[in-house]
């Protein structure tokens, strides 16, 4: 079953608070942490035959990280537009 509503209804990819263990604390500012990001989509259907460990069942999407800023950034400013 494909979940309805868009990507963003469903994946949390937002900026993050890091936490430093030695001085336990997080830092002042969110931000993304990493260089690019992993998407996995379990596309298998059967119920009889799926199996979460046959990586033929699955699609990958390897996405760098300024894409997805962009891609937010235009769509943020498209709905500052259009309101």
């Not at 263990?21 to 992993?38: A, T, W």
């Not at 259907?45 to 069942?57: E, F, I, R, W």
């Amino acid at each position: 079953m494909v979940p309805k509503g868009s990507i963003e209804d469903h994946v949390r990819i937002g900026k993050k608070f890091a936490y430093d263990y030695k001085v336990q604390v997080f830092e002042k500012d969110p931000r993304r942490h990493s260089d690019i990001y992993v998407f996995a989509c379990h596309h298998h259907m059967d119920k009889g035959t799926v199996d979460p460990l046959d990586l033929s069942q699955w699609t990958f999407y390897v996405v760098p990280t300024v894409r997805i800023i962009n891609t937010f950034a235009r769509r943020i400013l498209s709905a500052w537009q259009q309101s």
